[in-house]
Each structure stands twice: as structure tokens, then as C-alpha cells.
T-cell receptor, first 113, second 112 residues
Framework: DTEVTQTPKHLVMGMTNKKSLKCEQH?????MYWYKQKAKKPPELMFV???????INESVPSRFSPECPNSSLLNLHLHALQPEDSALYLC????????????FGPGTRLTVT | AQSVTQPDIHITVSEGASLELRCNYS??????LFWYVQSPGQGLQLLLK??????LVQGIKGFEAEFKRSQSSFNLRKPSVHWSDAAEYFC??????????FGTGTKLQVIP
């Protein structure tokens, strides 16, 4: 199984809402990533978890809060977002400490109204 | 700091024609190099990767890439393009721990 799943596929939320994005993998990977991708732009790294611990935070605003409950799950909690946060949010995983390849999920298309 | 340049924003090729997408990287040591493909609204799929060894790398879907250290390049090629190859292609470099930097992408259009 080389699949990374993400839910929901689409999410529309108001600026005062609280919502969460979910990512799951069952490949035994120990590193998981959140990326943000705006239209016609490359993915931008947000967070990296390695062995369920946050190892990289790319100076992401606190309205984005990551969580890694276990080695297979990665959440991104959203609160008080701005319209400019509308984007495709991609999750990826890889063998921890090994950049040999990252497997990406299909993404969650987020629209903030 | 590592960086990637994809000089072609948009490329159009005829179905059956050959394809070459350009990628230049900047990194102080031997990099990890990747090519990913993304269909509209989808995630990224890894086409191929280079870490060491043979500088000509074979990937999925008939793609290959050649690492040229002297030119800091990692160009992607395919001898005969199919309509289903139309997508966005991203070159990426990895060198820092767990961090991969993507190029700005090349959009491939395939015409009949």
C-alpha cells in the first residue's frame, strides 16, 4: 500500500470557524509533512513531523496547528483563517531521515470565505 | 541554500514528439534530485529520483532524466509524448534534512 489519504477533499470555511484536515498513511513511514500550494505555484513546506515529533516549522502562522497523534496520522487544525489561506493543502510521508522519496496525498482544496 | 530553476513555464509538444524539460539546481554538495508530476487539482506523483551512481535515471511512464554535475542540471526526457502526459512537472532538490525545495514548475500541453 503506497497510498496517502487526505480528508476532506474540499473544505469551505468562514474566518471564524475551526476545522481540521486529516492525513493518513499505512506504509510504516515515520516522517510526515504538510505543504501549502497556491494556484500555479509549487508546494511550500509548512511542517515536518519525524517520529511523531515536530521537527520543522517553516514559520507558519499560529492559526495553523499541526498534530501527529500516532505514526500513521497527521492532522492540521485550522482556526481564524484568512481568505489568503485558501489553497490546496498537501500531505506527504517518507521514511524518516531519508529523503529518498516522499509520497503525496491528493490534497484538500480549502476555501476561506 | 538550495534552489531549483525551471526556465520553461509552459511547453507545447505534439503527441508522439520527444520531450525535454529543463531543470537547474543549486546546492553545495551532492543533491538528491526529483521529478514530480501533478495533474490539475491532484497531488504530486514521483516520476524518478537521483541520489548517486548512474547519472541516467529511468522512471515511471517512460520518463528518464540525466544528472550533469558540471552543468548543475537534471533534465527530464521522454522519447514519445502521449496526450495523457499533459500536466504540471516539478523538479525538486533535497539536501537539507527532510527538506525538499521545488522549482516553479513547467506546464506541459500536448496537441494532437
Amino acid at each position: 500500500d503506497t497510498e496517502v489519504t487526505q480528508t476532506p477533499k474540499h473544505l469551505v470555511m468562514g474566518m471564524t470557524n475551526k476545522k481540521s484536515l486529516k492525513c493518513e498513511q499505512h506504509m510504516g513511514h515515520r516522517a510526515m509533512y504538510w505543504y501549502k500550494q497556491k494556484a500555479k505555484k509549487p508546494p511550500e513546506l509548512m511542517f515536518v513531523y519525524s517520529y511523531e515529533k515536530l521537527s520543522i516549522n517553516e514559520s507558519v502562522p499560529s492559526r495553523f496547528s499541526p498534530e501527529c497523534p500516532n505514526s500513521s496520522l497527521l492532522n492540521l487544525h485550522l482556526h481564524a483563517l484568512q481568505p489568503e489561506d485558501s489553497a490546496l493543502y498537501l500531505c506527504a510521508s517518507s521514511q524518516s531521515g531519508d529523503l529518498r522519496e516522499q509520497y503525496f496525498g491528493p490534497g484538500t482544496r480549502l476555501t476561506v470565505t | 541554500a538550495q534552489s531549483v530553476t525551471q526556465p520553461d513555464i509552459h511547453i507545447t509538444v505534439s503527441e508522439g514528439a520527444s520531450l525535454e524539460l529543463r531543470c537547474n539546481y543549486s546546492y553545495g554538495a551532492t543533491p538528491y534530485l526529483f521529478w514530480y508530476v501533478q495533474s490539475p487539482g491532484q497531488g504530486l506523483q514521483l516520476l524518478l529520483k537521483y541520489f548517486s551512481g548512474d547519472t541516467l535515471v529511468q522512471g515511471i511512464k517512460g520518463f528518464e532524466a540525466e544528472f550533469k554535475r558540471s552543468q548543475s542540471s537534471f533534465n527530464l526526457r521522454k522519447p514519445s509524448v502521449h496526450w495523457s502526459d499533459a500536466a504540471e512537472y516539478f523538479c525538486a532538490v533535497g539536501g537539507g534534512y527532510q527538506k525538499v525545495t521545488f522549482g516553479t514548475g513547467t506546464k506541459l500541453q500536448v496537441i494532437p
